[in-house]
C-alpha cells in the first residue's frame, strides 16, 4: 500500500510499508506455485530470520521519492549482507555453542543445573519475545543507529558478565543485557537486506542467513580453545569483543539513496507499535485447529531442541570425552544443520510440507535418543549429532512454509507473530526444565531421554494437520 502525505500543501515521498520491501506477506504471494505448495527456496532462511522478519513485516514504514526509484539489487548491498552475515555468525554462534560455557558456569556458581540454564535460556528467548519492541525502535531510529547501539548493548552485557560474582547478576548481564542487545541487531540484519534487495534479495537472505551454522561450527572449537587459554572470564571478554564488531557492521548499514528518512513521520511511530502489539495478542486463530496444532508443536520442539546444544557437551565430558571432542560434535551439528537447510531449500517445493516436516521432527527425536544409546561410541556420537542437525533444519525452514498452508494470506503475519512468541516461551521454558530433570535424576540421560519423546510427539502432532486443516475448535471473531 503506498499513500501520499500532505502536509501544508506540500506532498511527501510515498509511504512504503516493509511488507512491499521484506520478504513478508506480498512476497509470499508471488512465491506461491499452482498445487498452492510455498516454494521452499523462497523461503529458506533460517528461523532465527523468519522469526524476525515476520515481526516486522507490516509495520516499518519509510519515504521514497515519488519518480519510480529501483531498489539497488546489488552495490553497497552486497556488504550489508556481509554485516548481516556476521551479526548470525557472532549471535547463534554464541549461543548455540552455550553448552561449553554452561560447564564452566556450573562449577563457578555452584547453582543447580536448572538455575544455570536461566543465563542460555534468557539469552535465546528474549530477542523473540522482545521483537515487537525492537521492530518498532527500528522504524523510528532506522537500520544503521540501532545495530550500533545494539552491539554496544551486546558488547556491555557480555563484559559486565566477565566480572559477575553471583548467577543473579549472569541473569542480568548476559541474559537481559546481551539478549535485549540482540533484538536490535536481529531486526536490523533483515530490515536493511530488504531496502537494498528485492530481485535478488532471496539469495542475499540466504546468504546473510548462512551465518548461523557457520558461527556453530566454528565458535565451537574457538571457544573450547579460548576457555582453556583464559578461562570463562576471559573467553567472555574476548566474545565481548568479538560482539563489538556488530557496531562495524551497524556502520555498513547506511540506507540507499532513495531512502528519505528525515521525512518519517514520527508521530505515528506509537500507533504501529500498539498495532504489532494488538496483533500479537489476537490469540483468536489458536481456535484454528490447524494453527493450534502447529503452535503446540512449535512450543514442544522450542522446549526440547536446546538439548543437545546445551548439555550434550557437558554429557560427553561426564562419560570421558575431552573438550576438544565435545566441542567437534557441536561443530558437526552446526555444519549438517547447514546442508540439511541448502538440501530442504532445493527440494521442498517438490515436497508434501506437513508430512516432511512430521517425518523429519520424528527422526530429530530419535537423532536426540540414540545420543544416550551411543554414548560410548564416539564415531556414533558424531553420527547422531549430524543426523539431529540435518533433520532440526525442517524447523528452520519448512514451518513458515507449513504455515502460509494453513492461514489465509491476510492472516499470515499475525498467525507468525503468534507463532514466534510460541517459540520464545518454549525456548525460555525447555532449558530450565531439562536443567530440572538433572537434578531430580543425577544424569541428563533423562532429560534426552524427554527430548527424544516429546519431539517424536510434536512430530506426530504435525503429521494430524493434513488431516484436519479444515476444522476449527471454535468460531473466531
Request: glycine residues 10%.
Amino acid at each position: 500500500m503506498i499513500e501520499d502525505p500532505v502536509e501544508d500543501g506540500q506532498p511527501h515521498a510515498p509511504l512504503v510499508k516493509i511488507s512491499e520491501v521484506a520478504p513478508s506477506v506480498e512476497s509470499l504471494k508471488d512465491s506461491l506455485p499452482e498445487t498452492d505448495n510455498f516454494n521452499n527456496s523462497t523461503l529458506r532462511i533460517d528461523h532465527l530470520y523468519q522469526r524476525r522478519e515476520s515481526i516486522l513485516s507490516s509495520e516499518i514504514s519509510l519515504f521514497i521519492e515519488k519518480t519510480g526509484q529501483k531498489i539497488p539489487d546489488g552495490g553497497w548491498g552486497w556488504l550489508v549482507v556481509l554485516a548481516s552475515f556476521v551479526i548470525n555468525m557472532l549471535s547463534d554462534g554464541v549461543g548455540f555453542t552455550f553448552g561449553l560455557l554452561y560447564k564452566e558456569f556450573l562449577i563457578e556458581f555452584g547453582a543447580s543445573k536448572s538455575a544455570t540454564s536461566w543465563i542460555g535460556s534468557l539469552f535465546m528467548s528474549l530477542p523473540l519475545i522482545a521483537g515487537p519492541i525492537g521492530s518498532a525502535l527500528v522504524d523510528k531510529y532506522g537500520c544503521m543507529s540501532m545495530t550500533i547501539i545494539g552491539g554496544i548493548i551486546c558488547t556491555i552485557g557480555l563484559a559486565l558478565s566477565s566480572y559477575a560474582r553471583t548467577i543473579g547478576v549472569m541473569y542480568l548481564t548476559f541474559g537481559v543485557i546481551g539478549g535485549l542487545g540482540l533484538t536490535l541487531c536481529f531486526v536490523t540484519a533483515v530490515v536493511s537486506i530488504a531496502f537494498w534487495f528485492e530481485k535478488k534479495r532471496t539469495i542475499a537472505l540466504g546468504l546473510a542467513a548462512s551465518g548461523t551454522g557457520f558461527g556453530t561450527a566454528v565458535y565451537s572449537p574457538l571457544a573450547t580453545w579460548l576457555l582453556f587459554e583464559y578461562g570463562w572470564r576471559g573467553t567472555l571478554l574476548i566474545t565481548a569483543g568479538f560482539f563489538a564488531n556488530m557496531c562495524v557492521c551497524g556502520a555498513l548499514m547506511r540506507d540507499p539513496d532513495w531512502i528519505i528518512e528525515e521525512e518519517i513521520v514520527f508521530q505515528n511511530w506509537y500507533d504501529e507499535f500498539l498495532d504489532i502489539l494488538k496483533d500479537l495478542t489476537n490469540f483468536s486463530l489458536f481456535l484454528d485447529l490447524h494453527f493450534f496444532i502447529l503452535s503446540l508443536s512449535t512450543v514442544i520442539v522450542d522446549m526440547w531442541y536446546v538439548v543437545p546444544y546445551y548439555y550434550l557437551a557437558e554429557h560427553m565430558t561426564r562419560h570421558g570425552y575431552s573438550d576438544n571432542e565435545a566441542a567437534f560434535v557441536i561443530s558437526v551439528i552446526g555444519i549438517t544443520n547447514t546442508i540439511g537447510m541448502v538440501l530442504l531449500g532445493a527440494v521442498g517445493n517438490r515436497l508434501n510440507i506437513a508430512k516432511s516436516y512430521a517425518i523429519c521432527l520424528v527422526l530429530c527425536g530419535v537423532s536426540i535418543g540414540c545420543m544416550i544409546l551411543v554414548t560410548s561410541s564416539y564415531i556414533l556420537l558424531l553420527v547422531s549429532g549430524g543426523c539431529f542437525g540435518l533433520f532440526f533444519a525442517s524447523s528452520m525452514c519448512l514451518t513458515p512454509s507449513l504455515l502460509a498452508e494453513l492461514v489465509s494470506l491476510d492472516d499470515f503475519t499475525m498467525a507468525y507473530g503468534l507463532l514466534l512468541l510460541s517459540q520464545g516461551v518454549g525456548t525460555l521454558i525447555g532449558p530450565p526444565l531439562a536443567g530440572w530433570l538433572f537434578d531430580f535424576t543425577g544424569s541428563w540421560d533423562q532429560s534426552f531421554y524427554q527430548a527424544c519423546i516429546w519431539i517424536i510427539v510434536s512430530g506426530l502432532l504435525v503429521g494430524i494437520i493434513p488431516y484436519t486443516k479444515n476444522r476449527r475448535i471454535g468460531k473466531r471473531s
